[in-house]
């Protein structure tokens, strides 16, 4: 039998454990880096051993409540602490962190140990069940009161009140009905994705070719805006994926870039490929998304602040299409102007 103190073993059960651990020496050089953590970070254990750990594990505490400053110390651990980690693709990730110092067989301090659970999905759980409420409490409700209140009025002075007016109160309460529709129709939508997985058919795709069917679709609705298309990509080698789940993706991400861009402005559609994934982007040239607004903008029924729209589930449907691919999405603001979408899709065959 192998010794399971050999480091074959000990890389086993640390890549078991169900979150990411990270050991540091005294100086703060990563040491060891488990298969979640690579997936948490984007950088692979090579990448990451012996790199500095602020520049592999940046979260919302590096820079005012280092919790690994509190260990060197006070040589005390920490557990339970939450932040936000921002990983190399971009995605803003809530996460709990539990750190210690790692001691050898005399007692001496050597280094530190990281712990980080990813708790995404409670979080979001948590943000769909506050923004659901808002919906039905402020999106749903209102429409409902004055739709009462004008049936009422029609009801008790329809022998005194003209054509014009009772018209007038009719298209009122014909548009309150479609938004309580549309917001049913989203609940719906949003039902269906939670319990039913997306069920993905695979093909060889052209991605191109797609893509530029997609521009095509769209050139008038953008030139009405003297809004300019481009597109940065050399032919790419097909791969498998859902050609009409992926359709879906890009018609929302480019819907999105042409509605929130300035007027006269140009959208970039780019594509780039490695052995391993095909990384598509989109970059269009609004205003941005608010930093505040960035970790939650592919939650379901979020109301964006900049537009005063939302609570469609378009950027929710996108997020889950591409993890169902196996791939990641991701925005950020550019350092000029608007935002930029990341999807990075795995190859499969």
Do not use: W
């Not at 309460?173 to 719906?188: K, M, R």
């Not at 070719?209 to 597109?231: D, G, K, M, P, S």
Request: hydrophobic fraction near 35%; include cysteine; aromatic fraction near 8%.
């Amino acid at each position: 039998m192998t010794d399971l103190k050999t480091p074959y073993f000990r890389n086993l059960i640390l890549d078991s454990i169900p979150v990411a651990m990270v050991t540091m020496d005294s100086n703060f050089a990563i040491t060891s880096f488990n298969n979640l953590a690579e997936h948490l970070t984007g950088y692979s254990a090579a990448e990451a051993i012996g790199q500095p750990c602020y520049k592999i594990l940046h979260s919302s505490k590096c820079d005012t409540e280092c919790p690994l400053q509190t260990v060197q110390e006070y040589r005390e651990s920490a557990t339970g602490l939450e932040a936000e980690f921002i990983n190399r693709f971009h995605e803003h990730i809530p996460v709990r962190i539990g750190t210690a110092a790692v001691e050898n067989n005399g007692g001496d301090f050597i280094g530190y140990l990281e712990v980080i659970e990813d708790i995404s999905r409670e979080k979001a759980l948590e943000r769909e069940k506050n923004n659901f409420q808002f919906m039905v409490a402020h999106d749903m409700k209102s429409p409902l009161v004055a739709m009462q209140g004008l049936i009422k009025r029609i009801r008790e002075h329809h022998k005194d009140m003209s054509t014009e007016k009772r018209d007038e109160y009719l298209k009122i309460i014909s548009d309150a009905g479609e938004q309580i529709e549309t917001q049913v129709a989203n609940f719906l939508e949003y039902s269906r994705q939670v319990n039913n997985k997306i069920k993905l058919t695979l093909e060889y795709i052209d991605l191109p070719h797609l893509i530029t069917q997609l521009i095509e679709r769209h050139t008038t609705e953008a030139a009405e805006r003297n809004i300019t298309i481009h597109t940065e990509y050399q032919p790419i080698k097909r791969f498998k994926a859902d050609l009409r789940q992926l359709q879906r993706v890009f018609e929302n991400l480019l819907d999105n870039a042409i509605k929130f861009s300035l007027p006269a402005g140009n959208i970039v559609f780019s594509i780039e490929e490695t052995d391993k994934e095909v990384i598509i982007q989109i970059k269009d040239c609004g205003p941005g998304i608010p930093t505040d607004e960035l970790p939650f903008i592919f939650d379901a029924f979020h109301q964006h602040k900049s537009s005063n729209t939302g609570h469609g589930l378009g950027l929710t449907a996108v997020k889950a299409i591409v993890q169902e691919h196996g791939g990641r999405v991701a925005v950020k603001n550019s350092t000029s102007q608007g935002a930029i979408f990341s999807v990075r899709l795995p190859r499969k065959g």
